[in-house]
């Protein structure tokens, strides 16, 4: 028994079975024995790769794209660049890199890193010198902002609600013997779905994007979020709710705070929630970083280190093939009303 899972059982012991979304929240962000607080996930020996850590293309391809925004949106200075879950620190170094092809890009960029993990943030001490870190992005200040979001929502707890013969209920975390179960209490009505279907809420994700969109409007600034995850609620709605360890799938139940939890984004619920910014379609990831030119950059590097060649056709064939993370992988922006479609989303509806 991990000692969270103690601190869990003792909880439900004392005040009866919790939400799922309290559930994820606690196994995820604990104070002590969370997943994100305790260590570094990422690599191959942790427990999963994000597309920043397979291949610097990726964050050369959203620091040019972060840095092409920035200038249409007039070139502000100084400006806020924030990343949302910021990882080792990989994707933010690569956009400041990339992003020099843009002149006054680097030196108008404040860097902030929303990161709450002591163990992440020293891994990022050492690959963004002079960031500026805050525990949510309400500490961040005011004015004009670039914000960047790869694979952060889906690591926020959701609310599930099932539709059962009797009516809609919730998932509920209890105990079940000796160990933790599943169980569902009544909910409110959500309307009209078939048994079985399954409906998820991230009320953190949504609060999240109200945020963003509230502080487009009042300032100048754009969004970048890529994640898996839909556009509306799957068909007949569907558990999306899911467990990862040492790059495996794990019982969600099993170790609380030693695998990673999460669950698909709902990115129209986040559109909904921005008021004040306008949502860009969605996007699959693989043809978002094609429009952008990674097919070009790929060949480049592949000249300069021809020994590098197939690997790096590997690494493209991974952040862009149907059949790896090309349509797994949505992009969405967040920007000014009004504003004209930025790089990688023309032509879409």
Known sequence: ??????????????????????????????????????????????DFTTAPEISQMFGEMVGLWLAEVWQGLGRPAPFRLVELGPGRGTLMADILRAGRAAPGFPE??????????????????????????AGALGEVPGGPLLIVANEFFDALPVRQ?????????????????DRLGFGLRPAPDLGPAPVGAVRERSPAGEAVAAE?????????????IVDYGYAAPTPEGADTVQALRAHAFADPLEAPGEADITAHVDFGALAR?????????LVPQGPWLERLGIGARAAALARARPERAAEIEGQLRRLTAPEEMGTLFRVMALGP??????PGFEGER
Not at 118 to 123: D, F, I, V
Not at 162 to 177: F, H, N, Q, S, Y
């Open 1 to 46: 028994m991990t000692p969270l899972e103690a601190i869990i059982r003792a909880e439900i012991a004392a005040s009866g079975p919790m939400t799922l979304h309290d559930y994820m929240a606690l196994c995820l962000a604990h104070p002590e024995h969370g997943y994100y607080r305790r260590r570094d996930p990422l690599g191959a020996a942790g």
């Open 108 to 133: 108008a960029a404040e860097v902030w890193l929303v990161e709450t993990s002591p163990a992440l943030r020293a891994e990022q001490a050492k690959r963004v010198p002079g960031a500026r870190w």
């Open 161 to 177: 609600y099932v539709r059962t013969a009797k009516g809609w209920a919730e998932r509920m975390v209890g105990l079940d013997g």
């Open 212 to 224: 963003i969109g509230a502080r487009i409007g009042a300032h100048c600034g754009a969004a970048l």
């Open 273 to 281: 929630a921005a008021k004040g910014a306008a949502a860009s379609p």
């Open 337 to 342: 009303e009004g504003a004209p479609p930025f």
